[in-house]
């Protein structure tokens, strides 16, 4: 019997929930979410981590997937600045969906995650929006709590 879409996404918040128990850096924390959501059967995807830099670009930093078809092309799409609004943004093109998902620690931006997937492997709807939104909530709390802990050690 196939799950439903409610059950999928609640077996992943349960798995994204214990990517914090078993980091020991922020860094490690936000690879072990992403991998987890990449192995979790939404694998027909390319899943990336930016960063901002100080030019104004991006830098990618981490990346699961096939990249090859995005090899040569600038990660920008002319709406990262979207992104400075703290909200989820979701681009539908000839049947491709990237969502941009921004990550702050301490007020400025840390991270744009991207999630890119045909809608034939998956069908993004408001749900994986709100699901996306309680992640990045659930992302920048654990991070700030491994900032606290490196302060106070």
């Given at each position: 019997m196939k799950k439903s879409k409610s059950q999928f996404l609640d077996e992943l918040r349960m798995e994204v929930g214990l990517a914090y128990d078993y980091s020991?850096?922020?860094e490690e924390f936000l690879e072990k979410v992403l991998r987890t959501i990449y192995h979790a059967g939404v694998n027909h995807c390319i899943l990336a981590v930016y960063s901002p830099m100080t030019n104004g670009g991006f830098?990618?930093?981490?990346?699961?997937?096939e990249t090859m078809a995005r090899k040569g092309k600038r990660f920008g799409f002319g709406f990262i600045s979207l992104c400075s609004f703290r909200g989820t943004v979701l681009m539908k093109k000839n049947g491709n969906q990237i969502i941009?998902?921004?990550i702050y620690e301490e007020e400025k931006l840390a991270y744009v995650i991207s999630l890119n997937i045909s809608a034939s492997a998956y069908l993004i709807t408001q749900q994986d929006i709100d699901f996306i939104n309680e992640l990045v909530k659930f992302i920048?709390?654990?991070r700030m709590a491994f900032i606290e802990e490196e302060e106070e050690a």
């Amino acid at each position: 019997m196939k799950k439903s879409k409610s059950q999928f996404l609640d077996e992943l918040r349960m798995e994204v929930g214990l990517a914090y128990d078993y980091s020991s850096n922020k860094e490690e924390f936000l690879e072990k979410v992403l991998r987890t959501i990449y192995h979790a059967g939404v694998n027909h995807c390319i899943l990336a981590v930016y960063s901002p830099m100080t030019n104004g670009g991006f830098k990618r930093e981490f990346v699961l997937g096939e990249t090859m078809a995005r090899k040569g092309k600038r990660f920008g799409f002319g709406f990262i600045s979207l992104c400075s609004f703290r909200g989820t943004v979701l681009m539908k093109k000839n049947g491709n969906q990237i969502i941009l998902a921004p990550i702050y620690e301490e007020e400025k931006l840390a991270y744009v995650i991207s999630l890119n997937i045909s809608a034939s492997a998956y069908l993004i709807t408001q749900q994986d929006i709100d699901f996306i939104n309680e992640l990045v909530k659930f992302i920048e709390m654990k991070r700030m709590a491994f900032i606290e802990e490196e302060e106070e050690a």
